[in-house]
């Protein structure tokens, strides 16, 4: 049976590692003939080598995903490595690279979980990681030179406004939606969320959406700058 289970999770990683690479390739021609549609007269080429990379990072990101190298809290999230491909995208490539992964990796976590995970997890996933990529937007404005000013900034940005948006989404849509669906709850209000988080973490409810997320943004953003600098020699 584990042999079995093994066997189907690795051809799972293979086949949405496939198909996110062909998600990548069109998403990434498609925006190629929007931008040419608006700077008539500019040539646009895809960078084959840029191409490439993000179906990998896709494809490890999907592997971390799988992986045990994950810590769960009660209510769902889980603190793991699998941002730290695409923000790698960013700190390599910009932006428009990284987001291209974003909705690639996005992509693969819905076929990963199925249908029964509701999508959740997927979503709250693309709205933190977006929320990581913003901060060191902001950080490049401070230091554009990426030194360890722009690391700390970066940080500091990207935990405020995830916190923050991570919140309001586990307030309004994503707890709601767990709680009742996957854990069975009866919810009738948002005091009730409050009140179960809370006594699930011990802690005040914000703060227990909070933490974790900050947590989750400082893996993302220290575990990505560390390793950036190696893989830079080698694709480059």
């Known amino acids: 049976m584990l042999t079995t289970l093994k ?19 069109k998403m990434e021609q498609n925006i190629l003939k929007m ?40 209510w769902g999230m889980s603190i793991d490595l699998v941002a730290v491909p695409v923000v790698l995208l960013y700190l390599l490539f910009g932006f428009r690279t990284s987001m291209l ?5 996005t992509f693969g976590l819905m076929i990963i979980s199925g249908p029964n995970s509701l999508g959740i997890g997927p979503i709250m996933k693309f ?19 990426r030194t360890i000013k722009y690391l700390l900034a970066g940080f500091v940005v990207a935990s405020v406004i995830r916190s923050v948006l991570m919140i309001l989404l586990n307030y309004y849509f994503a707890l709601p939606i767990y709680l009742k669906f996957v854990l069975g709850y009866d919810i009738t209000s948002g005091q009730e ?3 179960i988080v809370e006594e699930m973490m011990h802690m005040p409810f914000w703060l227990a959406i909070a933490l974790p997320n900050t947590i989750q943004t400082a893996v993302d ?8 600098g190696r893989v830079k020699k080698i694709i480059f």
């Open 221 to 228: 953003v220290f575990v990505a700058y560390l390793v950036v």
């Open 35 to 74: 931008e040419h549609h608006i700077f008539r007269g500019i040539t646009m080429k895809a960078n084959a080598r840029e191409i490439a990379f993000t179906a990998i990072m896709t494809a490890l990101a999907l592997v971390f995903q799988v992986l045990p190298l994950k810590v769960r809290t009660p």
């Open 101 to 105: 992964g974003l909705v690639a990796v």
């Open 193 to 195: 969320i409050i009140r």
């Open 7 to 25: 066997k189907f999770s690795s051809n799972l990683i293979i086949v949405s590692g496939q198909l996110c690479g062909i998600f990548v390739l």
């Open 127 to 145: 709205f933190a990681t977006l929320s990581v990529l913003i901060g060191l937007i902001f950080a490049e404005k401070v230091d554009p030179e």
